[in-house]
């Protein structure tokens, strides 16, 4: 027999509806007409259930030692409590648009208060300046309709890349085109110069890892010791992900 579903919380802001439903052991945050913007193992929140979020998490695996990330986009904190339980990180910081999402993600997402993560509401193409320099940034800034403008903004998307350390990396949770290729990919190619790296996973979308520089490469053999060490600890592998990526073309 299907488990139920049970509606939790439902709110109303300035972009739509948010609503949180409950199906056995998951939770979902949900936005617009029930489209599904997250997905919460309940008995552990760190749990990755969906491919573009551990596809995402290889791309925090390309960095040997990170200890600084800035996530643009909170959704239900799945991705970020991964990275604060399993990688070396010292400070984190979340920029989340709409209010209630943090709110929702504390109250029936599981979502920590741990002292290294703080989180400011607005809009992150307003807030990005006065980020901290940082080792990684993840964008996965989505609506009920899609990506947000921020996905292809030369300008900002340019300046997430500014504000990486050397070393650092950019990841970007990009929807597919029908040819396969990111959407925008004739801009993003022009914008990095080739020179990054994609990820193709099952939802349709394609994880996009941008180094920091043009002289920075892919530390595949390293990437994939970590990859190994996590799967031991995490119980997740995030091996096949790293054998499907592609360099820009």
Not at 43 to 72: I, V
Not at 162 to 179: E, F, H, R, Y
Not at 194 to 203: I, L, R
Request: glycine share 8%; aromatic share 8%; charged share 25%.
């Amino acid at each position: 027999m299907a488990d139920t579903e049970v509606l939790l919380e439902e709110v109303i802001d300035d972009h739509g509806r948010i609503r949180v439903v409950e199906v056995g052991p998951y939770r979902f945050l949900e936005f617009g007409e029930e489209i599904e913007q997250s997905c919460v193992f309940t008995r552990d929140p760190a749990w990755l259930e969906y491919d573009y979020n551990r596809a995402m998490l290889l791309g925090a695996l390309c960095h040997a030692q990170p200890r600084r990330a800035l996530f643009l986009g909170l959704g239900a904190g799945t991705l970020t409590q991964a990275c604060l339980k399993w990688l070396p990180l010292e400070a984190v910081e979340a920029l989340e648009l709409r209010p209630d999402v943090p709110r929702l993600a504390r109250q029936h997402l599981g979502l920590g208060n741990d002292p290294r993560l703080s989180i400011r509401i607005g809009d992150a193409m307003e807030l990005l300046e006065a980020a901290s320099a940082t080792d990684l940034i993840f964008v996965d800034l989505y609506t009920d309709v899609g990506p947000s403008s921020a996905h292809l903004a030369w300008r900002f998307l340019e300046d997430c890349q500014a504000k990486l350390n050397p070393g650092g990396w950019l990841v970007i949770n990009q929807w597919s085109a029908t040819d396969g290729k990111p959407l925008g990919a004739a801009l993003l190619r022009g914008l990095f110069r080739h020179h990054y790296w994609e990820c193709p996973v099952v939802e349709g979308n394609v994880i996009l890892l941008v180094p920091a520089s043009l002289e920075q490469s892919l530390d595949e053999a390293g990437t994939r010791r970590r990859v190994r060490d996590l799967a031991a600890r995490a119980g997740f592998d995030l091996e096949p992900y790293l054998d499907t990526l592609r360099a820009a073309t």
